[in-house]
């Protein structure tokens, strides 16, 4: 199966995306189950060192657990372990029980390359799950690609890529962002704020944004952004509070919301009369800034730890089970916890670990997650999924207030919708 590779490399934030080749073909990458381990080369010429052997399966863990992202993706280290614990309790991957291999990618995209490099060629893993931000996907992007193995990529994001070498099991832009839009509009809301971190998500983000907004009738009262980690908003917060849009896009990643949304709350600005919709706050970061401080504002993901339904039924409770009571759930670690599964079903309806034959199988993999039945799209990697605009309250968890009426199909380069045309670049 040919599959078109990554549309856009990686690039320096104020760099232009820029366009790559399409077209590459696969190479294995890994052996079949019960083979010698596999000697072929792969897209760089390397031999691949992924055994399948013995009785285990390596496959790579690799999130921030220290740095400014670490506020977020500890859970998500968490979720992957719990679906890895699961599926060798139910007998493996084909009949091979399941080693996680775990890494730090403490929040630098440089680490996040550099670990990536060390888990496909000293460690042999078969798959990496993690990332967060869309600098260290960048960042680990070409190393993938390189040297032909997996990543499965569990957090939403600003769209306008595919690889043959990545699976987006987090949102793309017309499964959250188009519909937070689409809910502020039928909310009446005429104005924005932008606010978000100094990276490639947000710049990117709000570049769409600010097309939908010109071709809906909405004013841009501003646009702010700050280094990730940063914890002086005063100046932003007064600058959105003098602007008096009738609402805020926040863009803005890891712990620098807690301070964003603890300067907004001093003040006085609330979300009775400026409402800010979120789309990298989660339950575990609601924690983090206190929900009195956050009570009312919106969220635009997929899963809420209140989605009422048998399957998340028992991943909260199993989850909660193995880290605590108090632990909650989120979105970015329930599509992580996803991605083990489908990985688990594509390779088992190969019936074989290659990244070739795992490539092929992939399209129309289906998993009942606990956001409600995902499938995998084999032409561009993402997966359906549907859309939820969630309410922040008291108790510091996160209740659907709106929904598509069922799974979105993914549309990464948005070519359904007139007014983003050339955001592509193409």
């Keep these: 199966m040919s599959v078109a590779r990554s549309k856009f490399a990686t690039r320096a934030v104020a760099a232009p995306a820029a366009l790559v080749a399409v077209g590459l073909v696969l190479t294995a990458c890994g052996s079949r189950a019960g083979d010698t381990p596999d000697t072929s080369a792969g897209a760089s010429g390397d031999t691949s060192c992924v055994d399948t052997s013995g009785d285990t399966i390596k496959v790579g863990s690799l999130n921030s657990l220290s740095g400014t992202m670490a506020i977020s993706e500890v859970t998500v280290r968490d979720s992957i372990a719990l679906a890895v614990e699961q599926i060798n309790a139910d007998g493996g991957v084909l ?137 002086d908003f005063s100046t932003i917060v007064n600058k959105v509070r003098t602007a008096d849009a009738d609402a805020v896009f926040n863009t803005l990643n890891g712990d620098s919301n807690v301070a964003f949304f603890r300067e907004y709350t001093n003040a006085g600005l609330n979300a009775k009369d400026m409402p800010v919709v979120s789309v990298s706050i989660a339950e575990e970061e609601v924690v983090g800034i206190g929900a009195q401080n956050i009570e009312g504002q919106l969220t635009a ?58 490539v092929t199988a992939s399209g129309g993999v289906s998993f009942d997650a606990p956001e409600g039945t995902v499938t995998i799209d084999g032409d561009n990697h993402h997966i359906t999924k549907t859309a939820r605009i969630g309410e922040i309250r008291g108790d510091g968890l996160i209740y659907t207030v709106w929904k598509s009426d069922g799974p979105v199909d993914p549309d990464p380069y948005l070519e359904s919708y007139d007014w983003a045309a050339g955001l592509s670049g193409n």
């Design 301 to 358: 993901w997929n899963y809420y730890q209140t989605v009422d339904s048998p399957d998340n039924t028992a991943f909260v409770e199993a989850y909660k089970a193995k880290y605590g009571a108090d632990k909650p759930t989120s979105d970015p670690m329930e599509a992580a916890y996803t991605s083990v599964h489908l990985w688990k079903n594509s390779v088992e309806k190969a019936g074989s670990f290659a990244v070739e034959d795992v």
């Design 95 to 231: 009949g091979k029980q399941i080693q996680i291999v775990a890494e730090d990618g403490a929040s630098e995209p440089t680490v996040f390359a550099e670990k990536a490099e060390k888990l496909i060629s000293s460690d042999c893993v078969a798959a990496v799950f993690g990332g967060w931000t869309s600098s260290s996907r960048k960042a680990m992007l070409p190393v993938f690609e390189d040297r032909n193995a997996l990543l499965y990529y569990p957090v939403q994001y600003e769209g306008l890529e595919s690889s043959s070498n990545i699976f987006y099991t987090g949102a793309t832009t017309n499964q959250q962002i188009v519909p937070a839009l689409d809910y502020l509009k039928e909310q009446g809301v005429k104005s924005l704020y932008l606010v978000g971190s100094d990276y490639v998500f947000p710049q990117t983000a709000n570049r769409i944004i600010k097309a939908y907004a010109e071709a809906n009738g909405i004013e841009i009262k501003g646009e702010d952004y700050t280094p990730l980690g940063s914890t």
